[in-house]
């Protein structure tokens, strides 16, 4: 399944964005490495139509100028769901996407149906230090399995440029307060995802998260770092395509789904 | 040094058991049952009077070897009669049981004996995968995966689910929660440099139950010790616990003649069955990874061959006059730097008077000479 590049014109400006698959749409905010195709996300997309807008500024797009903040990129995630998609999407967040995602929710409850937030960015507890900038160890922390990621076919610059887009967006803070205080008015029944091996974000991170939001599940994602997409695209795709196929009740069991595998 | 006190709960009532796996159980008595389930839980209770600090349990399966089946169930008997001791489940069989469940029965002992819980997370001998109908060949991975989960069961604040390779749950949030925090002292196997590595990963304590000599006991003990170092912080001697059985009577021929003959009944008539079941496991599946782990078994099998008076030279068994025994656990210390120790006492069918023999004997002359050792 490969996701093709488009172009919207919305009411903040021009929008490059990439598509993939069949099914109902989900809007998906991608993280800092910029607008990639995951094996994860292509599972997914067996079953969802995927909309990845290339967030202003990311693999080398425009900035646009009233774009600057990340709660102006779920304006414009909004802008997109009612220009492009034209009815209520499903939405999911990776790491930095996953702080747009929530403000979305709050701000346009009538865009959202379910929510997907994959280790998001954003709810860093007090007092813990910022993820860590050199390169060998983020690249530990980012995946348990290296060698699973895809080919990187972009620039070195793009990829420097994508990491300084973080600080266009929300400068050093890795702590949104004032999200975090309006957590409890999204009404979006939400999945959390943490890897257990993720060592970019804290679980206390994604614990506030579970305390916060009022209809929220938190699941731990086992072998996995921070591309839980990228070192487990199965279990990553399996329990998110069952999330949004039945919702709350993705808790009862379905036969053929066992909580133990066959040789327990 | 502390002192753990194992007993097996072995079912002694058999003649020849035989080497069929799985043991009939025609040959079991309900009513001589009863009446071993008694003297056994007795004694568990009385290790605590003796002076030791943990009295273990452990699980086995569909054997005379040991009538334990579901470890917990004991534990939470003696945890009624006690008040003092730890209690060290040595283990639950992790791979064989619902994760959750094991967290939850921990958690359960842990609270209700007010914090006293050793909590064993242990892969189990072959033979129970061939009684469980497990494959053998996913062991080691299920190990893992469900030793992260138990543990996330006890620590997790807020209910949470798990996504894994061989287990999934949508929503957990057991009750109750233990009261050690963050979570129950973890005690696992030492006997391989895979189960050492894991351990050490997760910083429990090593049972070196088994040990063939030293050398191979300190083997496992600086690997392990090399590992903690890696990740940051230095193991101290609770970090390892040696296993060794033990008499102790008035006269060392009478010791040994004790031990010798309740070792010939635990190999030749409680251990028939599990052997061979052992042997199949070995034979067909990836039970053992590591070469050198599947080497162990001619070692053990040889150990099981050598003569008591050189398991007694070797420094490998505590056996003896009481000061006989205070000097080998003095030798076994200065050897191998452990701060704990397990003493297996019931060895096959040991008399009950030479049981409490042996505890009478540590109680008043042994564990006073080595309490500070």
Known sequence: MSFESNTARLPSGELTYRVAGDGPPVLYFHAAGGARATAGLELLARSRCIYMPVIPGFDDTPLLESVSTMRDIARLGAEFIDGVIGEPADVMGQSFGGWAAPWLALDRPDAVGLMVLECPAGFRPEGHPPPSSDPELRLKQMFAYPARRPPETRSEATLVRNREMLHRYHGAETRDAALIDRLGEIEALTLILLGTKDGRMPRESVQLLKDRLTRAFLVYVYDAAHSIETDQPERFANLVEDFLERGETFLVNQAGVPAISATA | ?373
């Open chain 2, 1 to 373: 040094m502390k002192f753990s006190y194992t007993h097996h709960m072995p079912y002694t009532h058999v003649e020849e058991a035989g080497q069929d796996w799985p043991v009939p159980n025609k040959q079991f008595d309900p009513e001589k049952g009863v009446a071993l389930y008694r003297e056994y839980i007795d004694n568990k209770v009385f290790a605590e009077e003796v002076g030791f600090d943990w009295i273990g349990c452990n699980e086995h399966h569909m054997s005379p070897y040991g009538l334990m089946p579901n470890p917990n169930l004991t534990a939470a008997a003696i945890i009624e009669r006690t008040r003092t001791a730890g209690i060290l489940q040595s283990g639950n069989i992790v791979p064989l049981t619902n994760p959750i469940r094991i967290a939850e029965e921990y958690a359960m002992l842990d609270v209700q004996s007010g914090g006293r819980l050793i909590a064993g997370f242990m892969r189990g001998i072959p033979h129970e995968y061939v009684a469980y109908n497990v494959s053998p060949d996913d062991s080691y991975p299920r190990m893992r995966e469900a030793c992260e989960l138990i543990v996330k069961c006890w620590t997790e604040p807020e209910p949470f689910g798990w996504e894994g390779e061989h287990y999934r749950f949508r929503a957990v949030s057991i009750w109750p929660r233990p009261v050690q925090q963050p979570h129950p002292r973890l005690l696992m196997s030492g006997s391989s440099p895979d189960s050492v590595s894991l351990a050490a990963e997760f910083r429990a304590t090593i049972g070196l139950l088994r040990i063939t000599d030293f050398e191979s006991a300190r083997e496992m003990k600086d690997l392990y010790t090399d590992l903690a170092r890696k990740d940051g912080w230095e193991p101290g001697p609770e970090h390892f616990m040696v296993g060794m059985p033990c008499s102790i009577a008035d006269t060392v021929e009478e010791a040994m003649e004790t031990l010798r003959s309740g070792t010939r009944f635990f190999l030749g008539v409680l251990g028939g069955g599990i052997r061979t079941a052992q042997r199949l496991v070995l034979q067909k599946t990836r039970y053992y990874r590591e070469e050198a782990h599947r080497q162990r078994f001619p070692g053990l099998a040889a150990r099981r061959e050598t003569p008591l008076e050189e398991l007694m030279e070797k420094g490998l068994v505590v056996c003896g006059t009481p000061d006989m025994a205070i000097a080998q656990i003095k030798r076994a210390k200065a050897e191998l730097g452990h701060g704990l120790m397990n003493l297996n006492i019931k060895i096959g069918n040991t008399p009950q008077s030479a049981v409490l023999r042996t505890m009478q004997a540590l109680r008043d002359h042994v564990f006073p000479a080595v309490r500070e050792v």
